[in-house]
């Protein structure tokens, strides 16, 4: 059975930080790409960062560049988003996404990933 499980969500003041993980089974994680998604009420889901299945490029919207990292161990089948100086507009649902691709280059769009996680909530409060 393909499993995505995000962790690592929580409650957090502004400027602080959390570190997502998403743990993968049931298929081959080497082959993926993963992508890490967000969506706050009211709005629309956002593509936030991504990182390839080949080299480990990443890619990170301007939003969230230069406080987001992304990484991928896949010796533990986990990807992590490591969340630095935390906004209150920070605060969604998050999501991981898996892409089985080849390319170097990573998608940050929800359309082109094949399975998805349950997501987990952070909470930036001001």
């Known amino acids: 059975e393909v499993q995505l499980m995000e962790s690592g969500g929580g409650l957090v003041q502004a400027g602080g930080s959390l570190r997502l993980s998403c743990a993968a089974s049931g298929f081959t994680f080497d082959d993926y790409a993963i992508g890490w998604f967000r969506q706050a009420p009211g709005k629309e889901q956002e593509g936030i960062s991504c990182i390839s299945s080949t080299d480990g490029s990443t890619y990170y919207v301007d939003s969230v560049k230069g406080r987001f990292t992304m990484s991928r161990d896949n010796a533990k089948n986990t990807v992590y988003l490591q969340m630095n100086s935390l906004k209150p507009e920070d605060t969604a649902v998050y999501y991981c996404?898996?892409?089985?691709?080849?390319?170097?280059?990573?998608?940050?769009?929800?359309?082109?990933?094949?399975?998805w996680g349950q997501g987990t909530q952070v909470t930036v409060s001001s």
């Open positions: 996404a898996a892409r089985k691709t080849y390319e170097r280059y990573c998608s940050t769009y929800g359309s082109d990933y094949d399975f």
